[in-house]
């Protein structure tokens, strides 16, 4: 999946694939099969202030997904 650096607005995960979290240290969105395995791990590439964000292009509506934030 390729990931751009998004929008730092508005936060959350959103249908069309932006990512926007804050936090203060970079975050990761992690995705899953239906069998709970990980099968991805995508490190969110933009900053803005203390919002990390990207785009996953391809992200599709269900996804099972959560947020990991490094330290």
């Given at each position: 999946m390729r990931v751009t650096?998004?929008?730092?607005?508005?936060?959350?995960?959103?249908?069309?694939?932006?990512?926007?979290?804050?936090?203060?240290?970079?975050?990761?969105?992690?995705?899953?099969?239906?069998?709970?395995?990980?099968?991805?791990?995508?490190?969110?590439?933009?900053r803005t202030g203390q919002?990390?964000?990207?785009?996953?292009?391809?992200?599709?509506?269900?996804?099972?997904?959560?947020?990991?934030?490094?330290?």
């Amino acid at each position: 999946m390729r990931v751009t650096a998004g929008s730092p607005e508005p936060l959350g995960v959103t249908p069309e694939g932006n990512v926007a979290v804050h936090a203060l240290a970079p975050v990761s969105l992690c995705l899953f099969d239906g069998a709970d395995t990980e099968v991805a791990r995508l490190r969110l590439p933009g900053r803005t202030g203390q919002v990390f964000h990207g785009h996953v292009a391809g992200l599709a509506a269900g996804q099972r997904y959560g947020l990991r934030v490094e330290g």
